[in-house]
């Protein structure tokens, strides 16, 4: 994924060198996590915050101003049953074990089934929550309490009906690999806010990885500071964080006193600034050694916190994923996602959806309520999706869905979007989308919009043309702006 | 005065007619304007030439003006545009054209009208195309003029020429020479990407003979780390990874590929047959298996096997793969837009995409069968032992010929009329399979390991007494099959057939089948490693038997053993009773298949690949024991066979002599020799090309018009003789009128060296590529390497005994002011290696590095959570390396596309998805936490202390400077040797007073937790301690990992 144009985009090593000559305590020239040291260090130098806009990771202003300033992404892989959970079908419960319409599914293609298959009910009721009314499943209790705060859009669709390419889509905007993420696009028109830790982190949970691995977090041709750093929630929340054995913290520490001693002494034969910058990564690798750990410990929560979303210590979920997401936000990460891969309900539908909501359902609630009484949702999104939906036809006889590319669900909430809002239709069988449509490249755009940027300037150049999250497509749905 | 007062009654008695024109209709481009322009502006500005930069034939060019940068028409607007009013205007200064017949009042005034009236230039008209053709990247290179300069005693080569004659017009100078040990660590990192060792360093220095520097580029171009270092950079361009990427990311064998690069390099294989190979090397006369495996370069795309892909999609995405491969690492330019629509900066249409595309839309999706030299020496003794087993046996039975032919007339017909039955398929299951001409049935896309399709067909045959199952061979399987393990075998755990009458399903019963036949009945033998599927059961494959015992543990197996497991086999089941349906009979066969493992996600299947059904009346059918290319030769008149098939015929008739049995048996003996092999990704031309067409949007449902192959038209053409086929294409490719090529090539040799390419934007030469710093070096470059054969060595010879690529790289503040990015060249080069070369240089200077080239790729340890989900899809299988194997070079880690070994991805190694020719070079934290704290970095900090203790003299300042030496060649400072010192005595300062455990700083395995970690001999555990302390503050220095 790490082949790109340029090496800091925007960074004038210039600038690098103006800084050396201040010799500013010898750290924080150039390439990374300069921002984050300005801020703290009380020996750095006027002139070096103004070269913190060389720093590929400095924060930076979007075109307009943004109603959002980090993103919550509560990726659902495997693609969740929008018929069981977000859009109630009577029609389909009515036609349960019949063939669809023939014209319906002419030209369709399945992954699985003959599309030519009987249509399967809802296996689960719905009712109206909150005072928008928004109807929901029985199987997500939590998020009905919540419905006011949230948006939903049960008009998505996309172009990709296998999981690799539709998660790849949904997450860099293009079914071919190579693509930078959304979070990698997020950090990159933005900059990083935190102080000791990467901008863009991702953590897994569920029966599987990701389809499409690291390239769902990948930077593609942005340079590799915005990829997405993949980190856990037990053992070494970064992989290499720890000292090797017998590497106290003050060997450590004295370590890096002599690398940077000697880093030094090279520099000023050498005069190469990216020495410099070096030994201020080694900085901040020593710094994240630190404040890593701390914050993967969810001990320091609250014990209505942790019943809150669930979490239980020690136990890795997704419901201590979701508090850990907060914690990372908090401390100024740009952009958490968490992948949760055990959608993909081709059989066992009825049992397996309870069992996902029962380890979903709580910790994505109270995402949204724990943000909001910390003030913090206003400007941040979150937003809850897989890469597709599920047919209205059965798979596995009476208790499964194949996968459906033209209409899903997805729910977002905060940073600019039009609370308690659901956005558009799909047909009476829930088969497709038909009022108010949106795209993942509409989606992304509109989501782009809220963090502060014209989709269509947020660009990159790469092989002679300038590339974009949504490609040459999207549009804002104004619908969902607040 | 006068001469501007007749202009304005000329203007005047012109506006009337020009008022009238432009009331009428606005004059028109072809029409009116481009002939004007063409006889008065053309000449000195147009396609041959622009007088002071300005360009009027092309719309875009005319509009943005020349070196004025004022727009030399602004529509709408002719008063403000200088074509207007300088046609017009009188003053000597200003006129145009200068001299020359002048434009008449009335073309003046259509100008004018014409720009007033907006300046419409239509599309095909606006000469973009022209532009686009003429890009200085799409012509040839000639060979320019080396350029003359004034401190000509500084230029060592040609290309000293074209460095210095610029710096001269900067009014800069070239740095120093960097200092000897400088520059052979330099040249060694960069010719073989591994530091020199300190022997190597003061040999260098030492030799103050003429030709010192010549003969270390020649000792290091001879070493075999050669191509282990250059074949690298390629391995980018040609995305290569040992996984098939998407969710499954399962493992795949192209390592021969990997090591055919190496290989190709390191015997200087030239440049231009290097491509050749690649793209088309099985199209060769008389290709050997390494042409075969060259042509691994197509093959390195993704495959996407989940469940419910259509494989033909795929196909096609790993076809765009290709093209754009072979854009981006071998022409030089993005063609990857052109699969939707026509370039829109280059002039490269879409239909020239699809011709390209289909050039290369010829081939089989091939996995063939590969040995290494080895191997292939055992292969050969095996079949000469076996020729002259079989020519004893002639020989010793003169009448052999009338035997064998008697035989002949036995089986020539005893085969019974089978009727090939074409099924309806299932795909439910994941498979997907596909009915194919001859009535068989591909399976292709997801492998379940363990299902039971079911194929349903109608028959009108009145009698049936017996099935037939048919596992045939294909390219596309691996190893060509017949079945879809990694070694092309197959396992069919149970076989059944369901009856019912046409037209009464509701009759639908198990036919009883009271006897089953095979070609092969291989004996009962467990499942191999990769097909435990945790049940613990004791599962096996054996005879025919097994499919119709009812037992889920037992299946029929088609493993004859290496060398002849990839064959043609066959199975015949008889019905107890033979089945009569007047109306016809509805026959529905399930072949359950489930001897696999238990990682469906995994390469554990051991399913069947290509098979086909038949049925007949015959209820005596057994298995044709005779295998197909015997039944082949013998269908060949016996005067006509080649002597091949006559040895095929008798190699299968003397296993049915009786008299033969002990020869027979030496045979089977010499067969169990055969060694195993592996296998590669490769092209294997099909018998007639597929059919392309230009498909919309890039959409492969939506085929639009059929496009025959053929190479862009703006490019030189296909050779006057040659066919248009994928070989003539790779000819094409690297014929010397290709403009891209050879420049694509010395570019990226140039950024190998300098860090960024003479063209920055190295994977695009087009038009919108970045200028060139030097074009005419670039181009000289191109047009010298072609005339030394396109050598590569020869380019790497020029290049570094340059005075440019000697010189220091230490940099003051003003010249890093004026030239950040070393675009002139003032300096050498200076910066941090590539991933794998961090890893070999702690390797090599901790003296654990394992030399040995090529060979499966190995897998140094990782934390188990990363192969497992949820942070993999699916398991993967990581077999951590031991012994030498761990500390192979970086470039052979087995490289999982979605899981990157992680040490070489910080490092901003890329993971394969695509071609990259480029690699980003970012400094990052996370690199810091590899360096320090990653357990193979941890280990090199160890061996270094170790091997520094041992090998040193034993004077803690030797020792210093002998560590320090391994890392970065040269001595250190006594600034240096006093911080170093300081921190050594604080540690083991620390160490004695039992501050840091020295135990567990200096031991490596788990095995060192009951015995104490050795120390070397004259040296204390606390010593060993400090030491490695030391060694890992040395490891992580900037200049460690930095070439200067």
Redesign the interface.
Known sequence: MNCQTYLYRGQDPRMLARRWFLRDCGVGLGAMALAQLLGTDACAAPAAVASAANDPLAPRAPHHPGKAKRVIFLFMAGAPSHLELFDYKPQLAKFDGTLPPADLIKEYRAAFINPSSKLLGPKYAFAKHGRCGAEISELLPQLAEVVDDITIVRSCVTDAFNHAPGQILMNTGSQQFGRPSFGAWTLYGLGSESQNLPGFIVINSGKKGPSGGNSNWGSGFLPTVYQGVAFRSGGDPVLYLSNPPGVDSQLQRESLDTIAQLNRMRLDVVGDPEIATRTSAFELAYRMQTAAPELVDLSRESAETLALYGAELGKPSFANNCLLARRLIESGVRFVQLFHESWDQHGNLKQDLKKNCQDTDRASAALVKDLKRRGLLDDTLVIWGGEFGRTPMAQDGDNGRDHHPNAFTMWMAGGGLKPGLTLGSTDELGFNAVEDVVHVHDLHATLLHLLGFDHTKLTHRFQGRDFRLTDVHGRVVEKLLA | MRRSCSLLAIVLAAATFAARAVADEPPDYARDIRPILAKHCFQCHGAEKQNSGLRLDVRSRALAGGESGQAAISPGKSGESPVATRIASGDPELMMPPDGERLSAREVELVRAWIDAGARWPEERAGEELLKRSHWAFQPPGRPEVPAVRAGDWVRNPIDNFVLARLEAEGLAPSAEADRMALVRRLSLDLVGLPPSIAEVDAFVADNTEGAYQRAIERLLASPHYGERWARHWL?AARYADSD???K?KSRQVWFYRDWAINALNRDLPYDQFVIEQIAGDLLPDASQDRFVATGFLRNA?T?E?????PEQFRM?AM?DRMDAIG?SILGI?I??AQCHNH???PLTQEDYYRMFALLNDAHEANIAVYTPQEQLRKADLVRQIDRIEADLKHHTPDWAERMAAWEATVRDNQPAWTVVRPELD??G?TKHTLQEDGSILAQGYAPTKHSPKFTVQTEAPSIAAFRLELLTDPNLPLAGPGRSIWGTAALTEFEVEAAPAGAPEKRQKVKLKAATADVNPPETPLAKIFDDRSGKRRVTGPIAFALDGNGETAWGTDAGPGRRNQPRKAVFVAETPIANLAGTVLTFTLAQNHGGWNSDDNQNHNLGRFRLSITPAADAVADPLPTYVREALAVPAAERTPRQTDAIFGFWRTTVPDWQEANARIEELWREHPEGSSQLAMIARDKPRDTHLLKRGDFLKPDRAVAPGVPSFLHPLAADAPPTRLSFARWLVDRRSPTTARAIVNRVWQGYFGTGLVS?S??L????EPPSHPALLDWLAVEFMDRGWSMKQLHRLILTSATYRQS?????DL??RD??NRLLARGP???VEGEVVRDIALAASGLLTERIGGPSVFPPL?E??LL??????PKTWPASTGEDRYRRGLYTFR?????Y?VL?TF????G??S???????????????T????IS?ECARALARRTLAESEKTDDARLRYAFRLCVARPP?S??TA??SK?YE??KE?VAAG?????????DKEADAVTPPAVPEGATPTEL?AW??VA??LL????TI?K?
């Open positions: 980018d990427g998407y969710e990311d993704m996407n989940e469940g419910g892909i259509d995405e765009f981006k993005t990857q837009c829109k900066y280059d795909s439910s994941g934007t994977e695009d087009g038009t919108q590529s790289s230490r940099v003051a503040p890093l002011a950040p990015y200076r910066f941090r934390p959570f990363m989900p949820p942070v993999s899809y699916g999982y596309r979605s899981l990157p992680p991805q901003d190694a890329p993971n998805d695509f990259c020719v480029r690699r980003a070079r970012s400094n990052t934290p996370l690199q810091a936490l590899v320090l704290n990653e357990p941890v400072s600034e240096e911080a170093l921190f604080q540690q620390r501050w840091v455990n020295a135990w567990q700083l200096v031991a301690a490695t302390a890992r503050v992580n220095l900037d200049e930095t200067e």
